[in-house]
């Protein structure tokens, strides 16, 4: 299983600053399942706003940065590489406790299934060893539009 650093993982996602949500991936194995993490703190812009005074990171990001998760899973393999997972699909999401600064949100994401172009995954999140949140993640699988030029357009089922 391999380790992943910032910069490895910038090579597989096209996420960047401020909505890249993970920091580290600790466990990889491509078209089986991740562990990584995301360190949530005060500066983060999102807490200016949700909420002055009471900063939770919202439950929205949450399932963002386990479908960011569960799309280097899908996307480490060969054949989808230089393609882009796109969320399709949340079920039965569940938030249990507040994520607040200081937090460490360690996930973990399983593939349930593949097919075609479309993979589904299960995915938690814990705080402490707690869980804070869990989802099944949907994701439709397209060809990466940087590849054809910016005047491209992509048309996907």
Same mark, same amino acid.
């Given at each position: 299983? +391999? ?13 960047? /600053? ?18 990584? /993490? %995301?360190?949530?703190? /005060? ?28 799309? +280097? ?9 230089? %393609?882009?997972? /796109?969320l ?11 994520v ?21 995954? @299960? +995915?938690?999140?814990?705080v ?5 949140? +869990? ?7 397209? @060809? ?8 491209a ?5």
């Amino acid at each position: 299983m +391999a380790e992943l650093d910032i910069r490895q993982i910038m090579e597989i996602l096209p996420h960047r /600053y401020p909505f890249l949500l993970i920091d580290r991936i600790v466990e990889l194995e491509p078209g089986v399942r991740a562990v990584g /993490y %995301k360190n949530i703190t /005060y500066n983060e812009p999102i807490f200016t706003g949700h909420f002055p005074n009471n900063p939770l990171f919202p439950g929205v990001l949450m399932i963002e940065a386990m479908a960011q998760l569960g799309g +280097a899973v899908l996307l480490e393999p060969g054949e989808f590489s230089r %393609k882009t997972p /796109y969320l399709a699909g949340i079920n039965k999401a569940k938030f249990r406790r507040p994520v607040v600064p200081g937090d460490r949100l360690m996930m973990e994401v399983q593939l349930l299934r593949h097919r075609r172009n479309i993979g589904w995954v @299960s +995915a938690e999140a814990n705080v402490d060893g707690q869980l804070v949140c +869990a989802a099944e993640l949907m994701f439709s699988i397209a @060809s990466d539009p940087r590849m054809f030029g910016a005047d491209a357009v992509v048309l996907h089922a």
